[in-house]
């Protein structure tokens, strides 16, 4: 007899919540340390740093009898990972917090339709809509023609991209070895692939900026620890329309802490990109109770 583990979504909600506030304080340190240090090395040093973390799950790590697919995979995985993390960092220091946080919402959507193309998942007419409506949402943000997209929102574009292909290649992998092994490889495999980037155009980062990128690794890792105890205390219908709540802490924060002005298009593009990445993860929580598209926070830091 199989015991299922009891449900308790109040708790989801609230971990979720959690979630949330860790990685808008992860948004607010990148703001705050802002450009003098190149962002591939301050991605590099964040990475570097956050391997200590990594100490516990040495043991697993080891035992691990990865095959050579599995190497290449996790070397994929790495490298648009890292890529993702570059464009993530140099957008966060060039366009408003609410920005940012409403485009990184699309990771979940290009990770839908990754599956589709290369996974061979099937497309209803449904979740077509609700991706076409994700990127109408998109357009809503980006609003071309009426005006100037900057390179802060060609690089978000890209992020929401590279993360997409990353958690794509993380569906595929967590069904071959241990979660631990796929956090551990990533974050092994990313600080590799920052390293010649970091290196190219290396700038001696001060005591306070190492600082604040260390705070950035440690607050970074609890909203990842914190997310796996929403996941484990509710399911994904419960604990993804919270996310919501990071918009409106993104637009608080970047009114009252940096003075940055509320864009009501933003906001209505951000809802509506968010209420597509619901919609589809509903339709797969009632089809065959799977995750199929990650959560929004997985793609940060």
Known sequence: MVTRTP??????????????????????LVKYLGTRVPPAESAFLRYLMGLVFLIPVMGVLRGARLTSRQWRLFGLRGAMHGIGVILWFY?????????????????PIYVTIGAALFLGERL??????????????????????????????????GTAIAFGGSYLTAKVMADEVKPAVVVGMLSIFVTLTLAPFALANWVTP????????????????????????????????????VTFAQLVWAVLLGTLVFDEAVDIWVVLGGLVIMGSVVFITLREAALKRGETTPPVHATKG
Do not use: K
């Not at 966060?92 to 699309?106: E, F, L, Q, S």
């Not at 690794?217 to 620890?225: D, E, K, P, R």
């Open 7 to 28: 449900q308790r979504p109040v708790a989801g909600i609230f971990w979720m919540l959690v979630t949330g506030l860790c990685f808008i304080a992860v948004t607010a």
């Open 91 to 107: 957008a966060m220091a060039r366009i408003p917090i609410a920005d940012v946080t409403a485009m990184n919402y699309m990771a």
């Open 124 to 157: 209803a007419l449904r979740r077509i809509a609700a991706i076409l409506a994700a990127l109408c949402g998109a357009l809503l943000i980006l609003r071309p023609g009426f005006r100037e997209i900057s390179s802060g929102h060609l690089a978000m574009i």
């Open 206 to 241: 001060t005591l306070a900026e190492l600082a604040v990128l260390f705070l950035v690794a440690c607050v970074a890792t609890a909203g990842h620890y914190s997310m796996t105890l929403a996941f484990a205390a509710a399911p994904l219908t419960v604990t993804q329309p």
